[in-house]
Each structure stands twice: as C-alpha cells, then as structure tokens.
Nanobody, 118 residues
C-alpha cells in the first residue's frame, strides 16, 4: 500500500487548508486512515483518524477546527483545517492500516508541509 499526501502550503493565521491522501496498491478498503504531524524538535503526534465506518477521533488540540473524512471507494482521506494557528505548523503525514489490530500503522505517506504565518 502506498500513500500520497498533498495539499500543504503557506497560510495566514485564521486561514484554511485541505489536505488529501490517496492510497494505492490495495483493492480492499483500509480500516483506519489517520493524520499525524511533526513540528521541528518535537515528536510526531496524532491529529485525527477515521475508520471504515466513518467514525472519527481527534486530538484535543484540533477538535472543533479540523475535520477528517474519507472516500471509501477511492481509499482517500481528507483533512479540512480551519482557524489555523501558528502552532499547527508542521509536516503532516497520513497513515493507514488494513485491520483494527494492525498498530503501529504499517503504511505511511511522505508528508506535506503546512506553514501558518502570523
């Protein structure tokens, strides 16, 4: 399974961005599709995830501002980011697994940089 993330860029405080991550190399629906991020000097942290049934989970730091969604037919996951803050600046990675118990996530995208300027 290969994951390709896109949509990062430079945005001002309070702005919005939409990230996309397309999975290829699998004909079956992935179980979890998730977003993580990593800022300079910090460890990678969980942002959001959506499961096969479209149930979503968010970190407290993005709850109410970010929305994760997926297209099951195309194995694509999206992250709509609103009301962006400077602390949201990071490289955003998508991740996925095939079954619930497959953790840590075995499949990772290459990352896309989001920079929020003040």
């Amino acid at each position: 399974v290969q994951l390709q993330a896109s949509g990062g860029g430079l945005v001002q405080v309070g702005g919005s961005l939409r990230l996309s991550c397309a999975a290829s190399g699998t004909s079956s629906s992935l179980y979890y599709m998730a977003w993580y991020r990593q800022s300079p000097g910090k460890e990678r942290e969980f942002v959001a995830r959506v499961d096969r049934s479209r149930r979503t989970t968010y970190s407290d730091s993005v709850k109410g501002r970010f929305t994760v969604a997926r297209n099951g037919a195309t194995n694509t996951v999206y992250l709509q980011m609103n009301s962006l803050k400077p602390e949201d600046t990071a490289v955003y990675f998508c991740a996925a697994n095939r079954i619930l118990s497959d953790y840590p996530y075995p499949y990772w995208g290459q990352g896309t940089l989001v920079t929020v300027s003040s």
